[in-house]
């Protein structure tokens, strides 16, 4: 990709300032713009009195936003600064979207190819920026990247040597509008280009015609999930290449039909294209640290378990995490909504959950949607639906954060959410909870 002599940056979080930096050892000259700074006049001012190369824009601008609207009537091309990290690094490309299950995917590649002694980066929706990790090692064998379908919407000719899509579930629809278009960003990871060969590209079983539609040219295609037809699928906590057994995931986080068909079988197939020996694969899974605000067991009191999933922003990350507990679950659910329909959940939340816990603006939604197939209780805040779990809670059951919704109408980002949940559960065994 060429270099630039003049770039606006629209947006100043982690990522605009990477991209400042890296933009900036190239010798290029930058205006930055931050919503936060209510600079609508700056950059008005900026696209009348200058000429701009590119922009850079950030994830959380969306394209439809009446600034990037502007940009683009100027004439100025959008770039994201995923593309443009990644188009200043000299390795090989691994690059994950989906709904659900990103960052433990992209995690688990990530380390696997450094036990199996290559030189592996991660960044990009993982909370590090793709410039910041190019800035570091722009030499490493290979960038891992968490990619999510806010950087996708302005990437023009990013591609990787191996791109996955674990899922499509209903997810951002506030900001995409339908499940088509969502799945038509989600496509855009696969490239963009007719004449794109050599790469390999992931799909589970059941959405290979779909990707084939929406992309254009020929790929080399791998299937993965549940289905013994796929090339990749999971069964009784081992992965199968047809009839060969490929890895066992027995008594790792990824023994769970769901998180095994997804992210345990499109795992073993990218360790297959790396190259990496599947006995590597496997105990990179043994070893393997959750998240946090995924998943993560806090500990116990009285013989019940507090789980945090504050990571789950959407309820088919809420139904995974119903499905990796078990049963007899205390559930506390609730927030800033990120999606409408409701129903397609009912079904597990009557089979795994004793009582659900409803916070935040959806709490009203949720309870007319579930309290005929599971009992619900409004409580408003985080605190008093820990409260009220915990005083009805038993010995053998779960108290499961997996709000499945965003946090940002009481909390700044779901990590905050997270550790208040972590707070109110150290305090409860601070004040002679019997801890384990």
Known sequence: MQKFKK???????RS????????????????????????????????ESLHFDVCIVSPGFAIDHPWVKRIQSAGIPLLSELELGWSRF???????????????????????????????????????????????????????????????????????????????????????????????????????????????????????PVFKAETAGERRWITFGPEPEADYFYKDGKVFQGLEKAADLRGTLFESPVIGSCTGAAVIAVADECGVPRAIVETAAEHFQPLPHRLQRLGAIGGVAFVNDSKATNLAATAAALLACGPGIR???????????????????????????????????????WNGDCPCLECGTLEKAFSAARSDAKGGETILLSPGCASFDQFRSFEERGRHFADLFRQSVQAGGDAS
Not at 17 to 42: F, H, N, P, W
Not at 332 to 337: F, K, R, S
């Open 16 to 47: 605009g300032q990477a991209a400042e930096r890296l933009l900036c050892a190239e010798g290029t000259e930058i205006q930055v713009v931050s919503e936060d700074r209510e600079e609508s006049t700056v950059l008005i001012r900026a696209l």
């Open 90 to 208: 000299h390795g090989r490309t691994i690059a994950v979207t989906g709904s659900n299950g990103k960052s433990t995917a992209v995690k688990w590649i990530c380390e696997m190819l450094q036990l199996g002694g290559r030189t592996a980066e991660i960044g990009g929706n993982y909370g590090i920026p793709v410039c910041e990790v190019v800035l570091k090692n722009p030499n490493a064998e290979w960038l891992v990247l968490e990619v999510s379908s806010f950087q996708l919407e302005t990437a023009r000719e990013f591609r990787a040597e191996i791109a996955v899509v674990l899922n499509v579930l209903p997810n951002h629809l506030d900001r995409h509008g339908s499940m088509e278009l969502y799945r038509q960003i989600k496509a855009r990871i696969f490239g963009f280009t007719s004449s794109f060969s050599g790469g390999a590209c992931l799909v589970p079983f059941h959405l290979l």
């Open 331 to 369: 559930l506390i659910a609730g927030g800033l909504p990120k999606e409408s329909d409701y129903t397609f959940i009912k079904e597990i939340l009557a089979e795994r959950v004793r009582k659900i816990y409803l916070i935040g603006q959806a709490s009203r939604a949720m309870y007319q949607a």
């Open 7 to 13: 770039a606006l940056i629209l947006g100043y979080g």
